[in-house]
């Protein structure tokens, strides 16, 4: 089976402090992607970074950060400096490839509140 | 490219009413999805199109529900005998088939949200 752990219900920070999202992941395929999404206040879900199980290398997009660890099975997102603007609801994600189908597996959601 | 379209935004409705949403994909991508997402919690699979031909269906997809994607274009998603528990957004996304195995990235709608008195 497969799932998607994001314990972090909910964080607050104020602007300018970094912050780390944390995504524990399960499955028994060899070859998977992995996702984050950003849904704020609008619903709509907006991506972010796809990531797929044979590349290890840690990613930066200006203020965002993702480490991926296939060791402890996890691929946290790290937001530096942040701000207002950063305040959503983020979601993990996984698309195993051995069920033939493509649909993803999302965590619960991490709610980030950034205070100005 | 325009992102994907659903329509309504917003959908109230009686118990027992049937009700169909839209979604519009970005043109060109073969694949749609749709998916529940209820308060609080991730989105949750409900049903895949590639091309016109419907590939899976969640066991959430019960005998009231049924999605169509007639000429692989645009989705309808009917619900049949509303219950209270269908209140949720119905979200839509398409992806490209890029590669001939494995996922590709899926672009989300904005939603229809659903509010079953």
Redesign the interface.
Known sequence: AQKVTQAQTEISVVEKEDVTLDCVYETRDTTYYLFWYKQPPSGELVFLIRRNSFDEQNEISGRYSWNFQKSTSSFNFTITASQVVDSAVYFCALSGTTSGTYKYIFGTGTRLKVLA | DTGVSQDPRHKITKRGQNVTFRCDPISEHN?L?W?RQTL??????LT?FQNEAQ??K?RLLSDRFSAERPKGSFSTLEIQRTEQGDSA?Y?C?S?PQKRT???????????T?LTVL
């Open positions: 694949r999805y998916y609080g919690q991730g989105p949750e699979f895949y590939l899976e969640s957004m979200l996304a992806s195995s494995g996922t590709d990235t899926q672009y989300f709608g904005p939603g949200r």
